[in-house]
């Protein structure tokens, strides 16, 4: 399995599953986050050294269900904002 750090153009992948930033990691990713070089950004990203943690163990994950915003654009926020403010 591969990993892409937010990709510019998510039409071109070849998935529809995410990453939505809850993890239980092994003490081993603090020595495979000191091995990552910078990639989107800049910065270190956590799902690059998970992607290379999963080419030496196990990286289980759960399956999750519902909708999905892209809250880093305008029209991705404004659904959120809209749909979670009415659930209340």
């Not at 290379?52 to 892209?70: C, F």
Request: net charge negative; aromatic share 10%; glycine share 8%.
């Amino acid at each position: 399995m591969e990993f892409i750090e937010k990709p510019d153009q998510p039409q071109t992948l070849d998935s529809d599953l995410m990453a939505v930033g809850r993890y239980v990691l092994s003490v081993d990713i603090w020595a495979e986050l000191e091995r990552t070089e910078p990639g989107a950004w800049g910065r270190i990203q956590l799902t690059d050294a998970i992607a290379e943690l999963a080419k030496k163990q196990s990286v289980d994950a759960m399956l999750m269900t519902g909708d999905s915003y892209d809250c880093g654009k305008k029209m991705g926020y404004m659904q959120a904002f809209v749909k979670y403010g009415c659930a209340t």
